[in-house]
């Protein structure tokens, strides 16, 4: 590979100020406005978790149960469409231009659009919070994310918020998605074939895919739940003829998808961390390229395993537990490749390192636990229980969000040319490994107990495994202000120059570039042999 | 060297590359609103699948007098059918049925009602909405008279009685003995 060094002092001419970053139209601009939202928007998420385990501290109600049912969906919501999907996308935008060598995305302004759209769309999700503190409306919805009808049929104005929030993260996902097919599609490096693609790239693909076939029923599912709360409709109204569980197809045939589609991107950037630091190709490109669409084609057909409670004839109930059983055997591939990938490396353990190790550690244990809750008739104990609660935290902060962090930490020095502090970093591991088991392992028992979700208060004999919880929470939570201490300080300019390779083993187009890398890349294309 | 394998090969001309993107990007718009309209297109497939496999207890809306002349009543076999009558919060009505249980012959009409009244002191709009357990079974109840899914007003302190005539159809499997019919009256909001 020989990068293009052709870049005089003009090329790196680019507005200063707020309005760059309100105008830009350049991939690496905007791939960190998506990153720096994101962040927000964990620590907004994150102090809802708080606040969520603070409630559950101790038996007693602190928080009224309403404003509690506000919170635990705010925080859901946050944090999947604000938190993890900005994190991916944005990821996606900095990295796929510069992996395939291209000089931008496609479609630069759509892409200033899909960014701009995602402010307003927080600001709705969390704004009933603040209206009602001023006696206006009755605060921010709180159906749960799901928004399962009847209750988000008579919710409250935040419902109505929440719809609108969703449009706007519709249209801003869709934008994004579509411009990183076309990107793919169109702007490959002479010599990048399809095949030759890193496996990020082929795992963003698949995710726009997934997102360009599930978004739109999703948004057609809020369409016609705002027709139902305002038009006198009845989709899912029982009053009028129609069905909620309609809505609970709409919403999982959108939902379940989902959760692949903040997986992916990040089990597509685990290979490239897991093969620098052992000194090691990534070991079956093939296979995990297979696994992607395997996973992806079988996500849109095993929605139904969330609905196991919701009364379904003994055939679906059974076919929809033997197809969820089916994605384990593609996600299997994917974790023996991740081991191949590190077998008899010389594997040091710096920060990205650890994080990828403790993803495949973390989400390992949600994948397993998502196939006790796949089984239709042990699911008819664990639905709607901590168990549950536990399982997806593990399937979601376990992956993504270790994923996101890994990935944070492995491409920082490359984005802002300064080596963060891996003293720190590694703290922030190891209290992120504390804390999270510490939260999340006790909520297994509760939920084995008998312990349902999204309730304010429980019975006395659940308090030991709740202080633990939380005190376990409050660990996790705190950890993760040492990571915004590293970003703080490489932003400020402290800490070693990074060079262009930055990681002693780290291979790809976007580590030929000086870092951090000029405001134009590729602007002759490499060519790739 | 640049190796030309599949697209994306050479760097074309600016002016071509354009044309490229906004083709794509004019084919995935339209995919984006096919799987659009395919949300909406759920609704009918859904209550379809319901109708057919009687999921959810749907039991399709009345059958014809032409129905009746068809049928064959078939006195060897008893299926025991229950009324369950409930009133959703909203509304201050009693609603019961006249009858708890019956037990008919499949294929014979039988005809029975529910006593609905409004104790309160002002006029109140309803309707009811019924389904039947197990949902295997729904199919095979047909309505010939029915006050569901039509909106009924009772005046303060009325009382009605609402006409339901149906049968069994005679295709009902053998293994179920006992089905259950329940009528749930929802308030009627009137939206403007
Ligand atoms: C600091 C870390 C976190 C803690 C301590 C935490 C804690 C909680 C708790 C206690 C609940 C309420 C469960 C209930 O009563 O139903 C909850 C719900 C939820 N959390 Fe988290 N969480 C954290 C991070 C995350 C992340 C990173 C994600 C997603 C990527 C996430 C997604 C969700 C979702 C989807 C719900 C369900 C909301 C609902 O019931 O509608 N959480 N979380
Ligand atoms: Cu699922």
């Known amino acids: 590979m020989n990068a293009a060094h052709a870049h005089d002092a003009h090329h790196d001419e680019h507005p200063r100020g707020i309005s760059r970053w309100l105008f830009t139209t350049n991939h690496k601009d905007i791939g960190r406005l998506y990153i720096g939202f994101s962040v927000i928007m964990f620590l907004v998420g994150g102090v809802l978790a708080m606040l969520i385990r603070t409630e559950l501290l101790r038996p007693t109600l602190m928080i009224p149960p309403e404003i509690y049912n506000q919170i635990i969906t705010v925080h859901g919501l946050v944090m999947v469409f604000a938190a993890v999907m900005p994190a991916t996308t944005g990821l996606a935008n900095y990295l796929i231009p510069m992996m395939i060598g291209a000089p931008d995305m496609a479609l630069p302004r759509l892409n200033n659009w899909g960014f701009w759209l995602l402010p307003p769309a927080a600001l709705l999700l969390v704004m009933p919070f603040f209206l009602m503190l001023f006696g206006i409306g009755n605060g921010a919805i709180d159906t749960g994310w799901t928004m399962y009808a009847p209750l988000s049929v008579q919710g409250g104005m935040g419902v109505d918020f929440a719809i609108f929030a969703i449009y706007l993260m519709a249209m801003s996902s869709l934008l994004s998605s579509i411009n990183v097919i076309v990107t793919i599609f169109n702007m490959r490096a002479p010599g990048m074939s399809m095949m030759k693609m890193p496996v990020f790239v082929w795992s963003w693909l698949i995710t726009a895919f997934l997102l360009i076939a599930v978004f739109p029923p999703l948004v057609a599912g809020v369409t016609m739940l705002f027709a139902d709360r305002h038009f006198g409709t009845h989709f899912f109204n029982a009053a009028g003829g129609g069905d909620p569980v309609l809505w609970e197809h709409l919403f999982w045939f959108f939902g379940h998808p989902e959760v692949y589609i903040l997986l992916l991107p990040t089990a597509g950037i685990l290979p490239h961390i897991l093969s620098t630091f052992s000194r090691k190709p990534i070991y079956g490109y093939k296979a995990q390229v297979y696994s992607f669409w395997a996973i992806g084609a079988l996500s849109v057909v095993v929605w139904a395993h969330h609905m196991f409670t919701s009364g379904m004839p003994v055939g679906a109930q059974l076919y929809f537990m033997y197809s969820t059983m089916a994605i384990s055997i593609p996600v299997a591939i994917l974790f023996f490749c991740w081991f191949a990938t590190i077998w008899q490396g010389s594997m040091t353990f710096e920060t990205p390192m650890l994080f990828a190790l403790g993803y495949i550690v973390l989400f390992g244990v949600g994948g397993l636990t998502g196939l006790v809750l796949s089984d239709a008739v042990a699911d008819q104990q664990y639905h709607n229980s901590y168990f549950l609660v536990a399982h997806f935290h593990y399937a979601l902060f376990g992956g993504p969000v270790m994923g996101i962090i890994a990935a944070t930490y492995y491409y920082l020095p490359k984005i802002t040319g300064r080596m963060f502090n891996e003293t720190v970093g590694k703290w922030h591991f190891w209290q992120t490994m504390v804390g999270f088991n510490l939260t999340f392992i006790p909520q297994f028992f509760l939920g084995i107990a008998g312990m349902p979700r999204r309730i304010p208060d429980y019975a006395l004999q659940f308090a030991h495994l709740n202080m633990l919880s939380s005190i376990g929470a409050y660990i996790l939570g705190s950890a993760q202000l040492l990571l915004v201490y590293n970003l703080i300080q490489v932003m400020r300019g402290v800490g070693k120059k990074a060079t262009a390779q930055v990681w002693e083993g780290a291979r790809g187009l976007e580590f030929t570039v000086p870092s951090p890398p000029p405001y134009h890349t590729f602007e002759t294309q490499p060519v790739v042999q | ?192």
């Open chain 2, 1 to 192: 060297m640049a190796g030309r394998t599949v697209s994306g090969g050479d760097a074309p001309a600016p002016e071509a590359t354009g044309g490229r993107h906004r083709r794509l990007t004019i084919i995935l718009v339209l995919v984006v609103l096919g799987f659009f309209g395919f949300g909406f297109a759920l609704v009918p497939l859904y209550n379809t699948f319901c109708k057919l496999t009687g999921l959810n207890g749907k039991t399709g809306g009345p059958v014809g007098a032409s129905a009746v002349a068809a049928l064959k009543p078939n006195d060897s076999r008893t299926v025991k059918v229950g009324f369950t009558s409930t009133v959703m919060p909203g509304l201050n009505w009693t609603f019961k049925p006249l009858h708890e249980h019956m037990m008919v012959h499949p294929g014979t009409v039988t005809s029975t009602s529910y006593l609905v009244s409004n104790p309160s002191d002002h006029p109140e709009t309803g309707q009811a909405i019924m389904s039947v357990v197990p949902g295997r079974a729904a199919r095979y109840f047909k309505k010939l008279q029915c006050f569901c899914f039509h909106q009924e007003t009772l005046k303060a302190g009325q009382f009605r009685n609402m006409k339901l005539v149906y049968f069994i159809s005679s295709g009902i499997p053998k293994d179920i003995s006992s089905i259950i019919v329940s009528y749930a009256f929802f308030p009627v909001k009137k939206h403007t």
